[in-house]
């Protein structure tokens, strides 16, 4: 996994509550291989394109300003609803490294983990206030710090945000989560020695046929 | 100290205590399906081996099509389903593959096969995962890399949720189901309202359902944005479970009983969170935008974005009803529909289709409509009951079990513009296909939209 530390980066504000991964990458890409060419097309692709191809000028990512931006500020509970790591792949695809937001479906919140996108939590008032600099100021830089724990706003403002230690470390040092796993290996067969005896059942069933 | 049933089970499976909250969970069963494979993929690469490859269990749903015998033209659609095939055999890992009458929607076959029982910790990757979590499991949907994860160490990474509790009280009123209760509870809470939370449903209403009811209500946790949902175990817990094929037997039967009795939260015990809902005051139920939440019941108007004061929540309202093609103030029984779907992980067991018969039965559909059965075996269930015959006298098709137009996946979607009647979960922009617009509703509700061409109550039929 690649390791995330700081980032300062051309921001863009997607205001619409509730962006759910269908909406990220519809379901017909869904069987496209990651390292598919142009994959960072299918990202926002119906909001992002007509029928023909051509892009919707009032979708953020075609303004110019805001164009191959590298953080998204967004709403409340974006990432909700199918667990499609794919949504994460094609954020990733088209360069995106860190989703500030008030909320986010948890599943899509755990899939930023795994591959090197910094999910941040900042309350519901400071992330649209975020939105509302970006609006004013299109095209300008926030700074991601995961080291400081803090995103720093185009006035200069540091923003404080909470990150689970366990999740910090693994993204600062780019840690193969399996491998740390695997490294409990004594423990998970300890667990499973217990579990025959204390919940014999669950193994004690078997396919009639 | 007083516990949740939901505390019970998590310090149950707790392997080790990592740092920031963070504890090792044991998963003690891992259910797969196509969208699965690119984990395997990862995982051979590595030269990583499945650990415990007799507790996965694989089937084929959302790729597969749903018309009888057809085989997927796109080449990429039959890559999906054949890749499921050559990774489960290679892993020795049991798969109810294309042919086999067990096949049908992951989270349908999981309990009808038993494999699905109280007290143990289930995930797959498929966000309507918390279904199982209706048997007092702790269920939850994971992603790709957590699917890789949980096939090399039978393990996850976890930190506790929050726990909330949302009591249905009383007795739910006629032509009411498990459908409309569970859309009125993410009306309440919000589509972000369970995000964090692990959420248990209590009460009169939700003790009296069946097996099938309480499964709708828990697959939908996640529109909430919960993390898992669940319902205490009881005696229509274990009469469903006793003598399903993977489920105990003999001793371990009664040692099952013996467990599965001290699951439901102690007396006394809290909760983050509690709701409570009157279970008199739900109606049938139906949404008009384009999230979960945005569910009224169905006597109601299309609502009016001007009256709401919260810019936010104004804009969002008036680009879903844009999306819907609805005018605000529109009584929701005058909103005509072009298709009809049911189906879907929340509503496609044999009560569904039983309850969607009733009000089909000697009437005709006006609309194409779809009947897509959960599982081979619920389709042959149904088929001894004659109710297939009651759908295709209908003029509906009658179809072969898998996701289907819930998902679109397989490439089964609605034409552009085309308003669906759909017992599926999401009515998400796009979600049956490019510009479908999708009302969700119970399975009597859509079949009273098949056959009066648009929104209708059930109860005055």
């Known amino acids: 996994m690649r ?3 700081r980032l300062s980066a051309v921001a863009a504000p997607i205001d619409l509550p509730n962006v759910d991964t269908d909406r990220i990458i519809p379901a017909r890409f869904l069987r496209k291989p990651r390292a598919t060419p142009g994959y960072a097309g299918f990202l926002f692709h119906d909001v992002r394109f007509d029928a023909d191809g051509s892009e919707r000028p009032e979708f953020v990512l075609n303004q110019a300003p805001y164009r191959g931006a590298h953080i998204l500020v967004v709403a409340e509970n974006f990432g909700c609803g199918s667990s499609r790591e794919m949504a994460v792949w094609v954020l990733e695809a088209y360069g995106v490294r860190s989703v500030i937001a008030p909320s986010l479906g948890d599943i899509f919140h755990q899939n930023c983990y795994k591959n090197g996108l910094l999910p941040v939590i ?7 206030g975020l939105r509302r600099q970006l609006h004013a100021r299109p095209g300008t830089a926030l700074a991601v710090d995961l080291e400081t724990q803090t995103v720093t706003d185009p006035d200069g403002v540091a923003h404080p945000f909470e990150v689970d230690p366990f999740r910090k470390q693994a993204l600062l040092t780019g840690q193969d989560e399996i491998a740390l796993t695997l490294s409990q290996e004594a423990a998970i067969a300890a667990f499973e020695r217990r579990q025959r005896t204390e919940m014999g059942w669950l193994v004690a069933g078997s396919p009639a046929s | 100290m007083p516990q949740t049933m939901f505390e019970k089970i998590w310090s149950r499976h707790v392997v080790a205590e990592g740092p920031g909250g963070h504890v090792l969970l044991y998963i003690d069963r891992h259910l ?6 690119s984990a395997f993929g990862r995982l051979a690469a590595q030269g990583r081996r499945v650990r415990r490859p007799e507790l996965s269990f694989a089937t084929t749903d959302h790729y597969l099509l749903t018309a009888p015998g057809a085989v997927a033209a796109d080449p990429e659609i039959r890559g999906m389903v054949e890749n499921l095939t050559r990774h489960t055999a290679r892993q020795g890992i049991v798969h109810f593959d294309v042919g086999d009458a067990r096949r049908g929607i992951v989270h349908v076959i999981g309990p009808e096969q038993g494999l699905t029982l109280p007290g143990i910790t289930l995930v797959c990757g498929d966000s309507h995962t918390a279904t199982h979590g209706a048997f007092g499991a702790l269920a939850f949907g994971i992603g790709s890399s957590e699917v890789e994860h949980v096939l090399a160490t039978q393990a996850l990474w976890q930190k506790k949720p929050r726990t909330m509790r949302v009591a249905v009280e009383g007795r739910l009123g006629p032509g009411v189901t498990a459908k409309d209760v569970i859309l009125t509870i993410i009306a ?3 589509a972000g309202g369970g995000v964090g939370h692990a959420i248990e449903y209590a009460g009169e209403a939700i003790r009296a359902m069946s097996m099938d009811e309480r499964m709708t209500v828990c697959n939908m946790s996640i529109e909430a944005g919960a993390r898992t949902g669940m319902v205490a175990p009881d005696t229509t817990t274990f009469a469903y479970v006793e003598g399903k094929p993977f489920a105990p037997t003999g001793a371990a039967w009664a040692q099952a009983l013996a467990a599965w009795t001290a699951l439901p939260s102690d007396p006394g015990a809290t909760f ?6 009157a279970a008199g005051e739900i109606a049938p139920t139906v ?4 999230s979960p939440q945005d569910a009224l019941p169905v006597t109601a108007r299309v609502p009016d974005p001007g009256a709401i004061a919260d810019v936010a929540r104004r804009e969002s ?4 009803l844009a999306y819907m093609g609805l005018a605000p103030g529109t009584p929701l029984t005058d909103v005509t529909v072009d298709r009809v779907f049911i189906g879907s992980c929340t509503n496609s067991r044999l009560d569904d289709l039983r309850a969607a018969a009733r009000v089909v039965r000697g009437r005709r559909a006006l609309v194409p409509a779809w009947v897509v059965p959960g599982s081979g075996l619920i389709r042959r269930a149904a088929e001894a009951e004659g109710l297939d015959r009651v759908f295709v006298e209908a003029g509906f098709e009658w179809r072969e079990a898998g996701c289907s137009m819930c998902v679109g996946m397989n490439g089964e979607t609605a034409r552009e513009g085309e308003r669906v009647a759909s017992t599926s979960n999401r009515n998400f922009e796009g979600r049956q296909g490019k510009g479908a617009r999708t009302h969700l509703m119970s399975p009597a509700m859509a079949a009273a939209a098949a056959v009066t061409g648009r929104l209708t109550d059930v109860r005055t039929l």
């Open chain 1, 3 to 5: 390791p995330f530390t």
């Open chain 1, 122 to 128: 900042l309350p519901a008032a400071a992330v649209a």
């Open chain 2, 32 to 37: 797969l399906h196509e969208g699965s494979t």
């Open chain 2, 188 to 190: 309440t809470i919000g």
């Open chain 2, 272 to 277: 983050d969170r509690e709701v409570a809902l």
């Open chain 2, 287 to 290: 949404t008009w935008g384009t």
């Open chain 2, 317 to 320: 309202m008036t680009r879903a």
